[in-house]
Nanobody, 122 residues
């Protein structure tokens, strides 16, 4: 099992930016994928971004394309989510996730972080 710890969340105004970080430790598999989900109160958790470590591929849903960017620092075993032009609808708890591949990640992550709060004020 991989342990994931998120950081960087906090209050931001609409139009502003935040950079989230997720540090991974434990039993990390070769060719794994990491990514981000978010969940607003009373709503389903939704996929936000994914990155393939071995191929450097990235994936986003249409709702965040052009605004969010996922990246990684392999030396630090850390994945980042740069969020620009934030909207009030982006308000949620953001969770880091790990999966064997980017195909698995949107629907069946194997590990989750504890979450970090991102309130976006209008």
């Amino acid at each position: 099992q991989v342990q994931l710890v998120e950081s960087g969340g906090g209050l931001v105004q609409a139009g502003g930016s935040l950079r989230l970080a997720c540090a991974a430790s434990g039993r990390t598999l070769s060719g794994y994928a990491m990514g981000w989900f978010r969940q607003a109160p009373g709503k389903e958790r939704e996929f936000v971004a994914a990155i393939n470590w071995s191929a450097s591929r990235t994936y986003y849903p249409d709702s965040v394309k052009g605004r969010f960017t996922i990246s990684r620092d392999s030396d630090k075993n850390t994945v980042y989510l740069q969020m620009n032009n934030l909207l009030p609808e982006d308000t949620a708890v953001y969770y880091c996730a790990h999966a064997p591949t980017t195909v698995h990640l949107p629907t069946s992550p194997s590990s989750w972080g504890q979450g970090t709060q991102v309130p976006v004020s209008s």
